[in-house]
Every structure is written in structure tokens, then in C-alpha cells.
């Protein structure tokens, strides 16, 4: 059958697959044989999911690998799945991510293990489906569906303050999802029937939520309606993202999840609103994104500076970490609004090297707080001697997050802060300030912990990270180099859908004299030079 | 006149089936079994009959009374598959409480058979009697528990504001007589649209309005509906918010859209603060019930409060809106309202949100269960809550009613904290030697369980033969 050949079909229900078969066919007890099945169905998935790599054609059609049927043909919805550059990307981070999560959990999960795999498989589901939906009511049914296994792995496995977190990030989310919903149904309308009783009549086209059909008219919607689903879409996004001030939920949720939570929610969770934002506020929303630059800016630096600081301040890893993922998604933010292909395919990576390093470094605490139980900073010191290759890791990853050169950070920043310049010096100059703020935390933290004399005798003896550990951070360690020395192949894949992006949101700036000339290209020179030479 | 016996027929098999049940628990021949086959044989029967007699277009029957469109196959049919899985659901309750069920399941077939002239008829005199036979039913069953103070409550604040709204409903239909000299929907319409109308049509109006605006159980008509459902029997909780509820609805579309049509401009603005009021009101207070049954009460004004949404936005996008809300919310409140008859209890023990404590550890399925129901109280997808809402959302939004569809999306949120509150305790509360109370495996409610888990999931994965099938009940009227 079709549906069983489409290779997104496939990608995306094999970690279900994997539940309903742990569900059935392995008893509780055994849960040698749960580990082992749920590692070897999201492991298969992320190897299915590499076949993307290459099935994907970025100079072909807008969308690829499409499956498309009529699901509710009343109201229009479709099942319609297709990617593009920026979805096969960060569909290759969640496989990779979740198989990554799984084999994490195998000493850190002691209790309700069935459960446990089960709600992580059926979670891969549905942030695979969120990047693979081109439809949005299927869209909006993936982002939902989502929300309760992540509430689950937090409140069951979670830490102290478990039962607060889960039902914060739940409820949380949810308002943002559901005025998002809102902002999707006056799109809806504004296609078809229009809006009877204020009298604004509508295009008259066949009802549909086809992502793709309404990016053919949603750009000629009146700015004032635009405004407005601007703004219902912000709220979803923006809490998922989390921009400044809507990241409350985040250090919570982190800080309480269990290790390969925290993984998937840094590394996937928050890219799901970075993704929205590319995919649907800026191609369908232009005039009001533009409109709504300044805002978005000012937002951007807040989270990146003030993320930042809160981080300096914290005397708990995990807590550190999280706060620093508030600022790094603030670059993510910054490098997306300023509206040019640099700051977008900067953006579009750093997404995935956020996902790589903060990822890295939860499972990095993970692996200490399973030894020792805490996460306070003066609880550690010394650990080099103790722990080398433990340090080791340690190291790669905190480099690469502070953007250290030839490490994935340092492509993805710098990129970035070209687009900020592009549009205004000053962006930039702030964005960079945040990245020295980012490199004292974290050279801080390392020094903390890993420096110095041991001084508290219970850490003179812990063992170093064992081979499975070690599995866990090395491909994470290995694409870190490779983004940061080749970068090439990622942004080959994202450029023609960012262009097609740009040439929606700002069609000025790709027609401008400035952009035909060869000097964008130019001025990405420095972190594409590996690949000049070819 | 058009008086053809024939079309009456699921309303015959139901009067027949509920005297039969009455004359056979006189005889003494009581016994459980009996008395259960009975009941289904009838609502069985009566579901034939409806889906037999189906469309007719050669109507009104009887004298302008009734109507057999889409419209009433359709929530007949609903009416009495609800009624058959209140009964399963009853069955287990009745054994376990060890009381008389020829009575019981009598009344429930009365009250359907109310229910049943409720969506077909088009004249308001007929509507109002149809709407005693049901209510009348519902304030006895309400207060079946005879030897209980809690339940002599909920059934004397039941009858005591049920009349007096039921008064105040016939107020407002005498008013409105004295206006227009008729009480036929069709006419009432064409006479409303003739100019403009006295003072004491509009008040009449608005009484009628207010009068069943009590039945659905909206703010601020809704103060018994706690009470009534915390004393009745918990089965009989269930029926009230599923029947009665989706019965009210039925009525209210039909009494607005096709006989106030040409006043909507003024009840809409009524309709749409009450909806919001409702909305807030039956979600806010919702929040601190430590009690299920008061929870799944201030749940289901909540509820009813979505569902007039589509009402005030109306349109064939309104009316299917409600007709297939009405069905996801009768399948997903009885399979709630079903896990807590199974709980473990006995009159009023085991109706703590703390009795659910650990139960996905024990039960896994049962617990699951429960979780996809408040998934689809909540609105969230993969559930027929989830479509329900979407479509009445998408209504909203369509006519123009966006502030309203906003307060319904915030405060679907804000459900979800206390649907929450019950799934904390099932999978993340607790540990050994701390649990609450075990579901009992009982054949009967354990089927209807199983019927409303499938059609939960069904109608939220797949709708679109649901939705084609309401296309034309929605059409029923001149937009």
C-alpha cells in the first residue's frame, strides 16, 4: 500500500509501532527486552530516517516526498505530509535525538519502565508528525498530541518538584497551542467563506487547510487580519520557543525532567517553535512579520542577554543549562527576523547545533547526577583527574555551545550575527555580548567542576563514563566537528527553502542591487572555507 | 391532517416498552435479568424503529406537531443509543446497590420517549409537554436513593427549579400565543419576520428562552445542576448530562432557528454573554471540586457552554457544529461518568478525585480509558472532544463570534487542570499502600465502557462519515 511506502509515513510511525509493540508483546517485568526493543525501533527509525539525506532533491519540488490524502473532506483537512530542506534537518535531529534518549535512559529509569518507553515512543510520533504536517488541522494534532507523554515523562520519572512542572508546561503550552488554533481558523476562513456576521467576505476558494495552498494567498490577506493571526500564532510559538517573557515554564520543566526529557525537550520540543515561526508566521504572514521586526528583535536580545545572566547566577547544572538554552533560542530568534537568507540558514543551524550541545550537556549532567545525586556546582571540583574522559566530552560540548571555532556553535553564531548586521549594527553588537556572556558561564561551570582539587571525598572515587555513556555523546560529539568544520552539506540542503522564504517575507531584499551582486555569498566566506577550496 | 400512525412508531415501541417494564415489576415477577432484557429489547427495538421509519418529507405530522427530518432521525438515534448505555452502565450500579430496577430503567424509557418528541417537535405546546414527560422523569430518578438525605436534595432543588422554569418557559409561551396567535415554529417565524414586534413578544422571547436556557444547565440558570448530580445515582448523573442535556439542545436549536430566526439579532447578543458566562463559570468553579461527580457536573456546564457557541453562531456551519458535539460529548461523559459507577462504590463512597489514586498501576487499561476521556472533555486530539471543539471554534470564528472563540480556547485550557487533577492521581500519585479504590471488571458497564473508548477515538481520528451524514441535518432551515 501507498501509505506504508511513503518514506515519511514510515518514519513517522515506527517509534509508534515500537509502542504498540512493547504495549502488547513485552511483559512489564522483563525489562531487559523493553530497553532493548525500544532502542532497536527509534535506532531503526533514525536509519530509515538518513535514507532523508538523500531522498530529499533541495534544488527539486518546494515540497518532497509528499503524501496526500483526503482526511475530513467537510471542512477541507487533508493528511498531508511533505518536506522540505528545513523539515528534513531537524527531522534527522529528532531520530537522532530520540534514539540518543532511549539509549540514555537505560540505567537512569529504575521504575515503570514499560510506561517509560512506551510514552518516549509514542512522544517521537508526534514530533516527527509537527514536521512533517503540511496541513493544519494535522498539524495541530501532532503539537497537541505530543503534550501528554512529555507531561507524563515529567511528572512519573521527574524530580523533586515533578507534579508542579508537568502540569505547567502542560497548561502552559496549551493556551499558546490554542489561540494559535484560532489564528489558523481565521486563515481558514479568510480563504473561504469569510466572516458573516462583520461582514468581511472572504476569497470564496474551496475550504482547505492545506499549508501550501495557503501560502499562494495568505500573503494578499488585509494587514489588519494578518496583524491578528500574527499574534495568535506569536503566542504558540513563542511560549514553545520560549521567548522572554514567556520562558517561565522552561527552567522548570527542565530542571524536573528526567535526563532524556530534558534531551528531547532542549534539543526537539523547543525548535518545534522556532519551526512554526519559519514555516508558517513568515511565508503566510509577510507584511505582519515585517511589522512585527522590532518586536521581535527587542524580544530576541532580552532572551539572549537576560538568559544569559540568570545563567551566571545559577548554582545548579541542569538549571544553568536550561537558562542557557533561553538565550541561545534567542539567537535563533534574532538570526530568523532579520529577515535575510544569512540570518535564516544561521538560524536554521543553530537550531540544530542547540539541539546537539544542549542536548549533549543534559545528557553530561544526566550521567553525573546518576553518580552523585545533585547537581550543585560546589558540590563538584576536581572531576578532571577523576572522571578524564567524562572531562573530556564534557569539554567538546561545552566548546561547541559557547561557539568555539571549528566547533558547530561558532558556524552557527557567526552566521547569524552577519544577518543581524545585514539589518542593523547594533542587533549584532548585543547578539555578540550575549555570546561573551555565554562563553563566561560556561568556561565558569567547567572550572567549577571539573578544575581545581577534589574536595569533597564521595567524588574521589566515582567511575568514569562507561562505554554506553560514552555512545551517547560521541555521534552528538562528531557532528558538533562536522558542522564546524564543513558546514557546507547542511546549508546546501536548507538554502533553496530559506530563499523561498525570504523571497516571500522580503522580497525587496533578494531584488536589491546590494544581493545581486555576489557580496552575501561573500560575506559567508569565513565559515563555509573548508568548503572554498573544492 | 397527516396522522399516520406508522411514522410514530420508535415513540410507540418506547411507551410500550416502559409500560410493559412498569406492568411486569407489578406482577412480581422481579428479576434483574429480566428486567434488563426488557429495557434493551425496547431501546433496541425503538433504535430499529427510528432508523425504519427514517426521513419523511411528506410532514409536519399530526397536526403541525412533528417534524421526521434529519434533524430528529438523527438525535433520536442519539437519544436512545445514550439511554442503552446509561442502562449498561445502570446494571451494575442496580445489582451491586440491590435495588428494585423495574421503575429505574421505566423512567429512563420515559424520559427518552420525552427526549424523542423533543427533537421532532415543531409546535411549542408540543414541545413543552414532551419536555415535562422528560423533565418529570429525570426529578423521580434524581431522587431514587429514597432512604438518602443527599438525594431527597437533589431531587426536591430539581423539581423545585425544574417547575419553576418549566413556569416561566409556558409564561413566555403564553406571551408569545397572545402575540401571534400561534405556536407553530413555521408560522411564528413567518409572523416575527413581518415587522416589528410588541413588547410582550419579546419578553416572551426571552422567558421561553431563559426556560431553556435552565435545561442545558448554562449560567446563570445553572445553580441545581452540582447539587442534582452529586445526590442522584451516578448512572443517572451520567444520563442527565448526556440526555437531557443533548435533548435541551436539540429543542433550542430548533426553537431559535427555525421559529426566532428573525430575532436573532437580539437573543444572539443574550445567547453569546451567556455562552461565555457559562463557559467561565462552569470551568472556573470546576476547579476545586474534590468530588467527581460535582467536577464532571461544573465539566458539563462548561460544556454546555461550548456547545452555545455554535448555537448563537448558527448556519449549517453552527447547527453541525452542536449535532456532532452533542455526540462526542454523550460518548465521552458517559464512558467518564462510567469509570467512576465502576469505582468501587457504594452510595456515596468512591466519588473522590483521591480514589482514583495509583490506578494506572493496577489497572492500566481502565486508567488509560479514563485518561482518553478527559483528553476529550479536555479538547485534546486524537479525540472526538478535540474535533467537537474544533468545529465549534471554527463556527465561531465563521460568524464573526472570534471573542467568544477565544474564551472557549482559554478556558478549554483551563480544564485541563482539573481533568488533570484526576490523571495526576491515576499515573503520577501514590505508591504502594496508598492507592484509592479498584475499578470493577462488571460485563455490562465494562461493554459500555468499551463502546465509548471505540467511538471516542473513532470519531476523533475519523469523522467524516459522521459529518456527511449531518451535512443535511444542518441544512434543515433557511439561512
Known amino acids: 500500500m501507498e501509505f506504508f511506502t511513503n518514506l515519511l509515513n514510515v518514519i513517522c510511525y515506527v517509534p509508534l509501532l515500537g509502542a504498540l509493540f512493547i504495549i502488547f508483546l513485552v511483559p512489564k517485568e522483563n525489562t531487559k527486552a523493553i530497553k532493548l526493543w525500544a532502542t532497536l525501533f527509534a535506532g531503526a527509525d533514525f536509519f530509515i530516517s538518513l535514507a532523508l539525506w538523500f531522498a530529499y532533491d533541495p534544488n527539486g519540488e518546494p515540497f518532497q516526498l509528499v503524501y496526500k490524502k483526503p482526511w475530513i473532506p467537510a471542512i477541507g483537512a487533508q493528511y498531508f505530509f511533505g518536506v522540505d530542506g528545513i523539515s528534513v534537518l531537524l527531522i534527522l535531529l529528532t531520530t537522532l535525538l530520540g534514539f540518543i534518549a532511549v539509549y540514555s535512559s537505560y540505567t537512569a529509569i529504575t521504575h515503570r519502565e514499560k510506561e517509560y518507553y512506551v510514552w518516549l515512543l509514542v512522544l517521537q510520533t508526534g514530533m516527527l508528525g509537527v514536521f512533517m504536517a503540511l496541513d493544519f488541522v494535522l498539524f495541530y494534532v501532532f503539537w497537541e498530541v505530543m503534550l501528554v507523554p512529555m507531561y507524563f515523562l515529567i511528572g512519573v520519572w521527574g524530580g523533586p518538584r515533578k507534579l508542579y512542572a508537568a502540569i505547567k508546561f502542560f497548561l502552559y503550552t496549551l493556551v499558546g497551542s490554542v489561540l494559535m488554533l484560532i489564528g489558523i481558523l481565521a486563515l481558514y476562513f479568510y480563504n473561504s467563506t469569510g466572516f458573516a456576521l462583520v461582514g468581511l467576505p472572504g476569497l470564496g476558494n474551496p475550504p482547505t487547510f492545506d499549508v501550501t495552498e495557503l501560502m499562494k494567498i495568505a500573503p494578499s490577506m488585509p494587514f489588519s487580519l494578518q496583524k491578528w493571526v500574527f499574534l495568535a500564532f506569536f503566542v504558540g510559538f513563542a511560549i514553545k520557543v520560549p521567548m522572554f517573557p514567556f520562558h517561565t515554564w522552561l527552567p522548570d520543566a527542565h530542571v524536573e525532567a528526567p535526563t532524556a526529557g530534558s534531551v528531547i525537550l532542549a534539543g526537539v520540543l523547543l525548535k518545534m517553535g522556532t519551526y512554526g515561526f519559519v514555516r508558517f508566521s513568515l511565508p503566510l504572514l509577510p507584511e505582519a512579520s515585517r511589522w512585527a521586526v522590532p518586536w521581535m528583535v527587542a524580544l530576541a536580545i532580552i532572551g539572549i542577554i537576560y538568559g544569559a545572566l540568570v545563567a551566571m547566577a545559577q548554582q545548579d547544572m541542569k538549571k544553568l543549562v536550561a537558562y542557557s538554552s533561553v538565550s541561545h533560542l ?45 547537581r550543585g556546582l560546589s558540590e563538584f571540583g576536581g572531576l578532571a583527574k577523576v572522571m578524564p574522559v567524562y572531562a573530556t566530552l564534557f569539554m567538546i560540548i561545552t566548546m561547541a555551545s559557547i561557539g568555539l571555532p571549528t566547533l558547530n556553535g561558532f558556524v552557527g553564531e557567526l552566521t547569524i550575527l552577519l544577518g543581524a548586521f545585514n539589518r542593523n549594527t547594533w542587533w549584532a553588537v548585543a ?104 | 391532517m397527516n396522522a399516520n400512525l406508522t411514522v410514530l412508531a420508535p415513540e410507540l415501541i418506547l411507551a410500550g416498552a416502559g409500560m410493559l417494564i412498569l406492568l411486569a415489576g407489578v406482577a412480581g415477577k422481579a428479576s434483574q435479568r429480566l428486567a434488563f432484557a426488557l429495557v434493551n429489547l425496547g431501546l433496541v427495538a425503538a433504535a430499529a424503529g427510528v432508523i425504519a421509519v427514517g426521513e419523511r418529507d411528506d410532514g409536519p405530522f399530526f397536526a403541525g406537531m412533528i417534524q421526521l427530518d434529519r434533524f430528529a432521525l438523527y438525535f433520536r438515534l442519539l437519544f436512545v443509543v445514550a439511554a442503552l448505555l446509561v442502562c449498561w452502565l445502570s446494571r451494575p450500579f442496580l445489582l451491586r446497590a440491590g435495588r428494585n430496577p423495574w421503575e429505574y430503567y421505566a423512567l429512563v424509557v420515559f424520559a427518552t420517549l420525552g427526549m424523542a418528541f423533543l427533537a421532532s417537535g415543531v409546535n411549542l405546546a408540543g414541545l413543552y409537554v414532551a419536555l415535562e414527560l422528560m423533565a418529570l422523569s429525570s426529578y423521580i430518578l434524581a431522587g431514587y436513593y429514597r432512604g438518602e438525605v443527599k438525594s431527597h436534595e437533589a431531587a426536591t432543588k430539581y423539581f423545585v427549579l425544574g417547575a419553576l422554569s418549566s413556569g416561566v418557559l409556558v409564561y413566555g409561551l403564553s406571551l408569545l400565543y397572545g402575540a401571534f396567535g400561534t405556536l407553530s415554529l413555521a408560522d411564528l417565524s413567518q409572523r416575527l419576520a413581518q415587522g416589528p414586534r410588541s413588547v410582550a413578544a419579546t419578553a416572551g422571547i426571552f422567558l421561553l428562552l431563559s426556560g431553556m436556557l435552565f435545561k442545558v444547565a448554562a449560567v446563570p440558570f445553572h445553580v441545581w445542576t452540582p447539587d442534582v448530580y452529586e445526590g442522584a445515582p451516578t448512572p443517572i448523573a451520567a444520563f442527565f448530562s448526556v440526555g437531557p442535556k443533548a435533548a435541551a439542545f436539540a ?157 472557549g480556547v482559554i478556558m478549554s485550557a483551563v480544564s485541563l487542570y482539573y481533568y488533570f487533577r484526576i490523571v495526576r492521581e491515576m499515573y503520577l500519585s501514590g505508591g504502594e499502600g496508598t492507592d484509592g479504590l479498584p475499578i470493577l471488571a462488571e460485563a455490562w458497564g465494562v461493554r459500555a465502557l468499551v463502546v465509548c473508548a471505540v467511538a471516542t477515538l473513532l470519531f476523533g481520528v475519523y469523522p467524516t462519515s459522521t459529518l456527511d451524514f449531518l451535512a443535511p441535518a444542518a441544512n434543515i432551515w433557511p439561512w
Open chain 1, 330 to 374: 534567542g539567537f535563533v530568534m534574532l538570526g530568523m527576523f532579520a529577515l535575510n537568507p544569512q540570518g535564516l540558514s544561521g538560524s536554521l543551524l543553530q537550531m540544530i547545533n542547540h539541539g546537539l550541545s544542549t542536548g549533549g550537556l543534559f545528557l553530561l549532567v544526566g550521567i553525573i547526577y546518576e553518580r552523585r545525586h545533585t
Open chain 1, 431 to 534: 547578539g555578540a555580548t550575549g555570546i561573551v556572556l555565554g562563553a563566561a558561564y560556561m568556561l565558569w561551570m567547567y572550572q567549577r567542576v571539573f578544575f581545581g582539587e577534589v574536595v569533597h571525598e564521595e567524588n574521589r572515587n566515582l567511575p568514569d563514563a562507561n562505554r554506553r555513556e560514552q555512545w551517547t555523546l560521541i555521534p552528538l560529539v562528531v557532528l558538533c566537528f562536522w558542522i564546524g568544520l564543513y558546514p557546507k552539506p547542511f546549508f546546501k540542503i536548507m538554502e533553496p527553502s530559506i530563499r523561498r522564504v525570504v523571497e516571500v517575507v522580503d522580497p525587496g531584499y533578494l531584488k536589491a542591487p546590494v544581493a545581486s551582486l555576489p557580496a552575501p555569498e561573500a560575506k559567508r566566506q569565513p565559515e563555509a572555507s573548508p568548503a572554498a577550496g573544492e
Open chain 2, 251 to 407: 429543542m433550542l436549536l430548533r426553537v431559535l432557528w427555525a421559529g426566532l430566526a428573525p430575532a436573532s439579532p437580539d437573543w444572539r447578543v443574550f445567547v453569546s454573554w451567556v455562552a461565555a458566562a457559562t463557559m467561565v463559570w462552569g470551568n472556573v468553579a470546576a476547579l476545586t471540586q474534590e468530588n467527581v461527580k460535582r467536577m464532571l457536573a461544573y465539566s458539563s456546564i462548561a460544556h454546555a457552554g461550548y456547545a452555545l457557541l455554535g448555537v448563537v453562531a448558527g448556519g449549517p456551519l453552527g447547527t453541525q457544529a452542536v449535532l456532532f458535539y452533542m455526540l462526542a460529548y454523550t460518548v465521552t461523559n458517559l464512558g467518564a461518568f462510567g469509570l467512576v459507577v465502576l469505582l468501587a462504590s457504594k452510595e456515596y463512597a468512591g466519588e473522590k478525585v483521591a480514589d482514583f489514586r495509583g490506578l494506572a498501576r493496577r489497572q492500566p487499561l481502565a486508567a488509560f480509558a479514563m485518561l482518553l476521556f478527559l483528553l476529550s472533555l479536555g479538547g485534546i486530539p486524537p479525540t472526538a472532544g478535540f474535533m467537537g471543539k474544533l468545529y465549534l471554534f471554527a463556527a465561531a470564528v465563521h460568524a464573526g463570534y472570534a471573542w467568544l472563540a477565544v474564551v
